[in-house]
């Protein structure tokens, strides 16, 4: 295969990853200004996310940073697509750092080591295997050649080089799970009693915060119960009481009792799902196992 035949597969390769993460609801286009690194783009997507962006918006010394959380552990890749290829080819710097005052350097990539799809160059810089060493938020930056990043997020060689276009992709990044507030029972003054061998429905009230509103959550994940991962919903009211006084309406939902699968050593039960906008949460409330004729504590 000739080498622009060759340039050709990948092109459409990248296309097809990039519509396919598009549909996924993960692809979105960068907001200027992220520059300083004291300023950089939040992203809120939870999961793996694909930015489309161009270096030279803000003129000679325009730099792009992205503030991402990742989870202790996460395994994470941090791509550069369609910088060399796209409407203006640009050879890009990427830089990893940490998200405390210093923004020290945890990883760095000029030249990526070998082409993937999205790519036709290795001018494409790509950083492989970054293992988080903490949960938090972790700074991503991209500059162009030979502008290369120094601790705290400035550059050397600041003269001006090229612009152009670039596809930054993160992946391996675990959702961070958002706690939320939860009433079982709500309206009952003491710790609500649950009587596991009952064929009747636990009311749970998923109560709003700042940044979380129950009219989005997606029913259909939830689950509820002793370790919070049992499929125990029978339905949800739409949001139309307010438990906590806030103003917000507040979503009530029923679940299952003996699918919740209460022990008498349970002090609280746990629900899990997550919004519309694929966001993770969690919530927990206390509760009493009433404890009934022949049933077995259980350790």
Known sequence: MSKKNLARLFVTMAACLFAAMAQAGNAITESEPNNPIAGPEQLTTPADVSISAYLGNAGADDLDYYLFYANAGDVVTVDIDHGIGGQQSVDTVLA?????????????????????PGSISRLD???????????????????????????????INASYPSQGDYTLVISGVTAAVKQIPILIKPGNNNVAPVNPRSHGKIPVAILSEPGFKPANVDTTHLTFGSSGYEASLSKCNPPDVDFNGDGIPDMLCHFDVQEAKFKLTDAEGKLRGRTKGGTQFEGSGFLKVVPMKGLIRQH
């Open 96 to 116: 990893i750092f940490d998200n405390t005052s210093n923004h020290d350097i945890l990883r760095f990539d000029d030249d990526a080591p070998d082409l993937d």
């Open 125 to 155: 810089a790509r950083i492989d295997d970054f293992v988080a060493p903490a949960s938090g938020y972790y700074v991503v930056g991209v500059s162009n050649y030979p502008r290369y990043f120094t601790n705290g997020g400035g550059v």
